[in-house]
């Protein structure tokens, strides 16, 4: 059925496949994807500021109300301004990872998505690319926060703040890559509302991120412990207050690689999904 | 390209039914279909973006179906939809699309002051892209388009909304770059000056090419022309010309006497040999084609791919006349 075709010089932009080896050539997919991102977070001074509006309003109004009426050491032995300042790096980074798939949603709604599925790229260079400019404009967006925590009487080492910056890299992979999976199945922006309701604010108040959740009944304590971000939340508390309650399950301390592997594992399944799921639209 | 009996079914529907035809090297080919009748679809399968039912299709000498990524790096395409990243930059545009396209960094940038200048745009490139016009928008995917030398280019519904002045602009820009890249071009318009510009069209209806040719052989194969004239009494003419040449003629009362002959130019002077009352005006036309659609297709190139908002608005005219 098939004619064949005759012999025909090879275009430029042919050659230029070849040229470069596969590795070299998804790095730069996933490099530039990545850049697009962070340029247009930069461009969006209105989306840093709301990403931003929320979390402060918990840390300082949220904070200063619960303080007036507990008292100092009220949450997890400590001060609770302090206490949410962590549960709101976390907040931020889970916003930020919303974020990042309503603009895949709208990618693909106004267009620019077509643009990059008839490129001759890999998908998986196009998740990646997402993936980690979504993590890096997360973990910028968390950093202002973190200029809160001398304000709010809690000091960190050097140290302290390099292993915050990399539990919130490793907490910024994973949920982005989960919001990656979740625009994998989308395919309108109403339906936004639906998962901020449903998905992403019971995430973030199942987390221990704005109280303890030590002392809650039963089948309340079993739905924070299978929230993955439970485990993001718990180490970057427990670097930046020393002595605070760790998470417990039925007695059990949970040991700081135990979150980092939960996480990790979440993350890595997300993207192994979400990666499956856009190669699949083809 | 080489297309072999193209086959695409979505269920139970059969979107592209058997469709075959190949565009040369260079060539602009247009592609014309009323709504509905599988022009997307099969511009959708050429692109790899969906996957044939049935059928070859061929693209650069790469199969489609197979050979997706060879394909993909060999073709640009302009949708009839913006596709620009707004918060980019011109230039952050056309080097994301580099990139994508595997060109290295000094051959972008050689690449995008070329193709800036060539749709003059050399002056915004460091202005993102939501500050741009429409037809700068479209200027600005066109050369992104043919940033990577695609072998074949494919403009689907390139000027749709835009005004005439800005098409006639990025038409100037697209003959500029034919003349300079001889680029294969394959294309999808409602304009019948557009259509007039192609080298080939194919006409497609209910997932079938029902023709193929230069326009004006498409024109040629209506065989017919349009004569219309004006005379002293037209009900007597029209009897003589019935009785002398053998042609039924049709008394329009804003036109006049209107004969369809096959060819017109010659029958002009047989009719003034024959009728014995005053002419004063003739016209003969040549078939368009706007003719050549409405005989292939059964409705008006303008009517059938007009958009259903133009559609919604004139039938909305059409209400409110008849109100008044």
């Known amino acids: 059925m098939a004619t064949t075709a005759e012999p025909?010089?090879?275009?430029?932009?042919?050659?230029?496949?070849?040229?470069?080896?596969?590795?070299?050539?998804?790095?730069?997919?996933?490099?530039?994807?990545?850049?697009?991102?962070?340029?247009?977070?930069?461009?969006?001074?209105?989306?840093?500021?709301?990403?931003?509006?929320?979390?402060?309003?918990?840390?300082?109004?949220?904070?200063?109300?619960?303080?007036?009426?507990?008292?100092?050491?009220?949450?997890?032995?400590?001060?609770?301004?302090?206490?949410?300042?962590?549960?709101?790096?976390?907040?931020?980074?889970?916003?930020?990872?919303?974020?990042?798939?309503?603009?895949?949603?709208?990618?693909?709604?106004?267009?620019?998505?077509?643009?990059?599925?008839v490129a001759p790229v890999s998908r998986t260079g196009?998740?990646?690319?997402?993936?980690?400019?979504?993590?890096?404009?997360?973990?910028?967006?968390?950093?202002?926060?973190?200029?809160?925590?001398?304000?709010?009487?809690?000091?960190?080492?050097?140290?302290?703040?390099?292993?915050?910056f990399a539990l919130m890299v490793l907490l910024a992979f994973s949920l982005t890559a989960f919001g990656i999976l979740i625009a994998s199945?989308?395919?309108?922006?109403?339906?936004?509302?639906?998962?901020?309701?449903?998905?992403?604010?019971p995430l973030l108040f199942l987390s221990g991120a704005i109280f303890p959740i030590d002392n809650l009944p039963g089948w309340l304590s079993v739905a924070t412990r299978l929230n993955p971000v439970t485990y993001g939340v718990d180490p970057i508390r427990r670097v930046m207050i020393p002595g605070v309650d760790p998470l417990t399950i039925s007695g059990w301390?949970?040991?700081i690689w135990f979150d980092v592997l939960v996480v990790l594992i979440v993350g890595v399944l997300c993207l192994t999904f979400a990666v499956r799921s856009f190669r699949r639209t083809e | 390209?080489?297309?072999?009996?193209?086959?695409?079914?979505?269920?139970?529907?059969?979107?592209?039914?058997?469709?075959?035809?190949?565009?040369?090297?260079?060539?602009?080919?247009?592609?014309?279909?009323?709504?509905?009748?599988?022009?997307?679809?099969?511009?959708?399968?050429?692109?790899?973006?969906?996957?044939?039912?049935?059928g070859v299709a061929r693209v650069a000498g790469h199969d489609v179906a197979t050979e997706s990524h060879q394909v993909r790096a060999?073709?640009?395409?302009?949708?009839?939809?913006?596709?620009?990243?707004?918060?980019?930059?011109?230039?952050?545009?056309?080097?994301?699309?580099?990139?994508?396209?595997?060109?290295?960094?000094?051959?972008?940038?050689?690449?995008?002051?070329?193709?800036?200048?060539?749709?003059?745009?050399?002056?915004?490139?460091?202005?993102?892209?939501?500050?741009?016009?429409?037809?700068m928008k479209r200027r600005l995917e066109i050369a992104r388009g043919l940033l990577h030398t695609p072998r074949v280019l494919f403009l689907d519904e390139p000027t749709i909304g835009l005004d005439p002045q800005t098409r006639v602009h990025?038409?100037?820009?697209?003959?500029?770059?034919?003349?300079?890249?001889?680029?294969?071009?394959?294309?999808?318009?409602?304009?019948?000056?557009?259509?007039?510009r192609c080298d080939r069209i194919a006409i497609i209806d209910e997932g079938k090419v029902v023709a193929i040719d230069t326009p004006d052989a498409l024109k040629a194969s209506i065989g017919t022309d349009t004569v219309t004239i004006e005379t002293a009494d037209n009900v007597v003419a029209r009897a003589e010309i019935a009785q002398h040449l053998g042609v039924e003629g049709e008394i329009r009362d804003d036109e006049g006497l209107r004969l369809r002959v096959p060819d017109g130019e010659a029958f002009v002077p047989r009719l003034f040999e024959k009728l014995t009352v005053g002419v004063r005006s003739v016209n003969v036309?040549?078939?368009?084609?706007d003719d050549v659609f409405i005989e292939y297709t059964g409705r008006d190139l303008r009517d059938a791919e007009a958009g259903t908002s133009e559609r919604f608005r004139n039938n909305a005219m059409v209400r409110g006349f008849r109100r008044g």
């Open chain 1, 8 to 117: 025909r010089p090879v275009a430029p932009s042919a050659v230029a496949l070849h040229r470069e080896g596969w590795l070299a050539r998804n790095a730069r997919t996933v490099e530039m994807v990545a850049r697009r991102e962070i340029i247009r977070f930069t461009r969006m001074p209105a989306r840093i500021v709301t990403g931003l509006a929320q979390p402060i309003l918990f840390l300082v109004v949220l904070g200063a109300g619960i303080d007036s009426i507990t008292g100092s050491s009220a949450a997890g032995g400590v001060d609770y301004q302090q206490y949410i300042l962590p549960g709101v790096l976390a907040m931020s980074v889970l916003f930020s990872a919303f974020f990042s798939s309503v603009s895949i949603v709208w990618d693909r709604e106004f267009g620019f998505m077509r643009e990059m599925l």
């Open chain 1, 126 to 164: 196009l998740v990646l690319g997402k993936l980690l400019g979504s993590s890096l404009v997360a973990v910028g967006q968390g950093i202002i926060l973190l200029v809160a925590a001398p304000i709010i009487g809690i000091d960190l080492t050097v140290l302290d703040f390099v292993a915050v």
């Open chain 1, 185 to 201: 199945r989308m395919h309108r922006m109403e339906s936004f509302q639906m998962v901020m309701s449903l998905v992403i604010n």
């Open chain 1, 253 to 255: 301390t949970v040991p």
């Open chain 2, 1 to 54: 390209m080489e297309v072999d009996e193209l086959v695409k079914r979505f269920g139970d529907f059969t979107a592209v039914d058997g469709v075959s035809f190949r565009v040369e090297p260079g060539e602009l080919f247009g592609f014309l279909g009323p709504n509905g009748a599988g022009k997307t679809t099969t511009i959708s399968v050429l692109c790899t973006l969906l996957h044939p039912t049935a």
């Open chain 2, 74 to 135: 060999n073709i640009g395409l302009v949708f009839q939809e913006l596709t620009l990243d707004d918060y980019l930059t011109a230039a952050q545009n056309l080097r994301f699309h580099g990139v994508m396209y595997g060109l290295p960094n000094a051959e972008i940038t050689a690449r995008m002051t070329e193709l800036l200048d060539m749709v003059g745009l050399s002056d915004r490139a460091d202005q993102q892209a939501r500050l741009f016009s429409g037809g």
């Open chain 2, 170 to 196: 990025i038409w100037e820009h697209v003959d500029n770059l034919r003349a300079r890249e001889a680029t294969t071009m394959f294309l999808t318009t409602h304009y019948m000056d557009e259509a007039e």
């Open chain 2, 285 to 289: 036309r040549r078939p368009s084609l």
